[in-house]
C-alpha cells in the first residue's frame, strides 16, 4: 500500500525527511512504553493545486469532545476493520477517515511513507501520520457537519511563508508553532508536524519566532 514509485519531484526532500527523521525531532511527546493510548492516524495529504504544492486539511466541528474547532489533518481513531495498529491498520485508517470526512476518493491516493508514531497527552491518542500524494484529486467538501467545520487546501508556499507563522502560548506555558492561513489559527499537533516537515524537508524560511499568538484556557 506504500510506493514512491512515480512521486513528482518536487516531494522528493518529503520523502527524504520521512525517511530519515527521528521520533524525537518530531516530538519530545512519545507513545506511553506501557501501550496505553487510542491507536488512531492522519492523512498528511500532499496535492498540487493552482499555486503549486498544497496540503488537505480540515476543522473540526466545535461539537466534538476531543480539538473542537481545530484545524486538523482529515483522521481519527483505528476499528477493528481497519486492521492490525502495527501493521497495516494505520494506513487503511487514514484513508477510511479522510474519505468519511471530507468525501475524497481514496483510490486517487497514492501512500508513500509513514512517519514515527506520536503521542497527543490531552487526548491520549497515539497517533500515526501517514503521507499520501493526492495523484488523481476527487471533490472535497464536508460530508457530516457533526464531525466537520469546513474542508480546505492550504499552499505550501503560504505555510513557508514568514508573514504567516507564529508561536501559540497557552496559559500553561506551553509554546508551540502556527500558521495563519485560509482564516484559520493552525496549531497543536497539525502544526507541529507541518512544522518539523517542513524544516526537515528544507522548506522553511526564517520567521520570527516572538510573533506571538496566545491561546485562552479552553485551548
Given at each position: 500500500?506504500?510506493t514512491?514509485?512515480?512521486?513528482p ?28 493510548g ?7 495529504l ?15 466541528a ?45 483510490s ?22 501517514v ?5 488523481e484529486?476527487t471533490?472535497?467538501?464536508?460530508v ?17 511563508n ?15 508553532p ?6 484559520a489559527?493552525?496549531?497543536?499537533f ?23 499568538v ?6
Amino acid at each position: 500500500m506504500v510506493t514512491k514509485d512515480g512521486l513528482p519531484a518536487w516531494l522528493d526532500p518529503v520523502v527524504h525527511a520521512v525517511e530519515t527523521v527521528e521520533p524525537l525531532q518530531l516530538s519530545r511527546f512519545l507513545p506511553p512504553e506501557n501501550g496505553a493510548g487510542r491507536q488512531s492516524a492522519v492523512l498528511i495529504l500532499f496535492g498540487e493545486g493552482a499555486r503549486g504544492p498544497e496540503l488537505l486539511l480540515m476543522e473540526r466541528a466545535s461539537s466534538l469532545r476531543s480539538h473542537a474547532g481545530q484545524p486538523s489533518f482529515p483522521g481519527g481513531a483505528l476499528d477493528p476493520q481497519d486492521g492490525d495498529p502495527k501493521a497495516d491498520g494505520p494506513l487503511r485508517a487514514a484513508l477510511r477517515e479522510a474519505e468519511e470526512e471530507t468525501g475524497l476518493d481514496p483510490s486517487g491516493v497514492q501512500l508513500f511513507g509513514v512517519l514515527p508514531k506520536l503521542y497527543i497527552p490531552v487526548s491520549g491518542f497515539v497517533v500515526t501520520p501517514v503521507l499520501g500524494w493526492w495523484r488523481e484529486p476527487t471533490p472535497v467538501g464536508v460530508v457530516d457537519p457533526a464531525e466537520t467545520a469546513r474542508v480546505f487546501t492550504v499552499p505550501v508556499a503560504d505555510l513557508t511563508n514568514p508573514a504567516h507563522r507564529a508561536t501559540t502560548v497557552h496559559p500553561s506555558g506551553h509554546r508551540g508553532p502556527a500558521f495563519l492561513v485560509e482564516s484559520a489559527l493552525v496549531w497543536g499537533f497539525t502544526a507541529g508536524i507541518i512544522d518539523r516537515l517542513l524544516h526537515y524537508a528544507g522548506w522553511e524560511l526564517p520567521w520570527d519566532r516572538e510573533n506571538q499568538v496566545p491561546l485562552d484556557s479552553r485551548a
